[in-house]
């Protein structure tokens, strides 16, 4: 979490978080519209983003969401004026993950993006967790959520999901999974996988019936997603 991006228009603002950041080896970069500050962010693929709200061209929360749409990782603290208190709200909705208001001292913008910093550490801690719209597995700790409400899945399940998941995307045969997750030895009987699969997807479908994550491809095998 070294290098900050700073879109600001007002350049003595600028010039004051530079000196004070760069004193605490943060490397700074700076943009004074929002247009640019996009594309900055974009192209230098900064740590952290100092979003100001009221800016020329495209505004902070323009910004905010076409940069959480391109990189949803990247912590953004919008810097907001006393007035525009009441608007935060859209800010955070949009994406940004912290807020500061002006006037802030240095060590207070410190102390937020130490403390952001953190959070992003945590997160990137949560690896092996993978997110399908309200469904989120993790294959190497064994855990799964539907709408945040945790459901069970046996290891075999787990095994299964940790494949597809490797290969999104992939036709994926039944004589493969059967091979791939039961081993040689088992039933050799492609219909072990299809009722296997039919479990798996009352586990984890919106509806089972009209299936969005495990497609049959018929005559074939399956493919996620
Ligand atoms: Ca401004």
Not at 25 to 30: C, L, N, R
Not at 91 to 110: H, M, N, R, W
Not at 160 to 177: K, P, T
Request: aromatic letters at 8%; charged letters at 35%; proline letters at 4%.
């Amino acid at each position: 979490m070294n290098k900050i991006l700073i879109v600001e228009d007002e350049k003595n603002m600028v010039t004051g978080l530079k000196f004070n950041l760069e004193a605490r080896d943060y490397s700074v970069i700076a943009a004074y519209d929002g247009e640019a500050g996009y594309r900055m962010a974009i192209d230098e693929k900064p740590d952290l983003v100092l979003l100001d709200l009221m800016l020329p061209k495209l505004n902070g929360y323009e910004v905010c969401k076409l940069l959480k749409k391109e990189m949803p990782d990247l912590p953004i603290i919008m810097l907001t004026a006393k007035s525009q208190e009441a608007e935060i709200v859209t800010g955070l909705e949009l994406g940004a993950d912290d807020y500061i208001t002006k006037p802030f001292s240095v060590l207070e913008l410190l102390a937020r993006i130490r403390a952001l910093s953190r959070r992003v550490k945590k997160g990137t801690e949560e690896e092996g967790v993978h997110r399908f719209g309200n469904l989120e597995i993790n294959v190497k700790k064994y855990y799964a959520r539907k709408k945040g409400e945790p459901i069970k899945l046996l290891p075999r399940e787990y095994e299964l999901l940790r494949l597809f998941i490797e290969r999104q995307g992939e036709i994926i045969s039944r004589e493969e999974l059967l091979k791939k997750i039961w081993g040689y030895d088992s039933f050799p009987d492609t219909r072990t996988v299809d009722a296997h699969i039919a479990k798996l997807r009352r586990k984890i479908e919106d509806r089972p019936e009209e299936p969005k994550l495990i497609i049959t491809v018929h005559g074939i095998g399956y493919k996620f997603l």
